[in-house]
């Protein structure tokens, strides 16, 4: 009987060093990230260094903050040519809410609000306003572009404190324009130098609501767990 009971004893003790054995540790939490998203660098429009932090109070929520400035070095095209005196930053804030974790991948979903003021000349340019074409010889432009959108994405892991951070979504943007021009007056459609290319033609005077599609991609480093 005494052997049984010995016997009992090796068998729960050897359970519960093999239990202690499997069971696996926390893992643990990146409580502040830092960001750099690099496809900002190359935008042909208003190419900036858009730099950002987040900070995660408890390991399901982020929260994160942006800020860019102006950066040209590295836009692969120049829309803007006609554009003098062009000042600009960016501002974004987002908040996260992270599904449960692997080692490698963190999925979430988000929601992000951002604002971007900005300012140009022009020079001998023309808009619409109210239905009538007007024209200019110079024009002082002040632009602020401000919205959010609801986004979803992963976090990849690339190192030991390194990620890859990309998400998709949609929201709204609303484009409020203001001109101080000289010289203006009745456009003539003959005569009146065109407006800028396309692809960077300045909204007419007022307020504009447009689908904002957003597209993130941003590298990260842990700077602080716990």
Do not use: C
Not at 1 to 15: D, E, G, I
Not at 84 to 92: A, D, I, L
Not at 113 to 134: A, H, I
Request: glycine share 6%.
């Amino acid at each position: 009987m005494r052997n049984f009971y010995f016997l009992l004893a090796s068998v729960a003790l050897s359970h519960q060093l093999t239990a202690q054995t499997v069971t696996p540790h926390p893992q643990p939490t990146d409580r502040l990230l830092v960001k750099l998203a690099p496809l900002t660098l190359f935008d042909p429009s208003t190419s900036a260094l858009l730099l950002g932090a987040e900070f995660r109070p408890v390991p399901r929520v982020g929260l994160e903050l942006d800020y860019g400035f102006r950066f040209t070095p590295l836009h692969l095209f120049n829309w803007n040519i006609k554009k003098e005196n062009m000042r600009y930053q960016k501002f974004k804030a987002e908040a996260r809410f992270y599904f449960p974790r692997t080692e490698q991948k963190q999925w979430y979903v988000a929601a992000e609000g951002f604002y971007v003021p900005e300012e140009y000349d022009l020079n001998k340019g023309n808009f619409y306003r109210n239905g009538e074409f007007r024209a200019y010889e110079r024009a002082h432009i002040e632009k602020t572009i401000d919205g959010g959108a609801l986004k979803a994405g992963m976090m990849r892991r690339l190192g030991q404190r390194f990620w890859v951070d990309a998400a998709l979504g949609l929201g709204f943007r609303r484009i409020e324009t203001q001109y101080t021009t000289q010289n203006e007056r009745a456009g003539d459609y003959l005569y009146d130098a065109p407006e800028q290319n396309f692809l960077s033609k300045t909204p007419d005077p007022g307020v504009q609501r447009k689908v904002h599609p957003a597209l993130a991609l941003r590298l990260a480093y842990t700077l602080l767990r716990r």
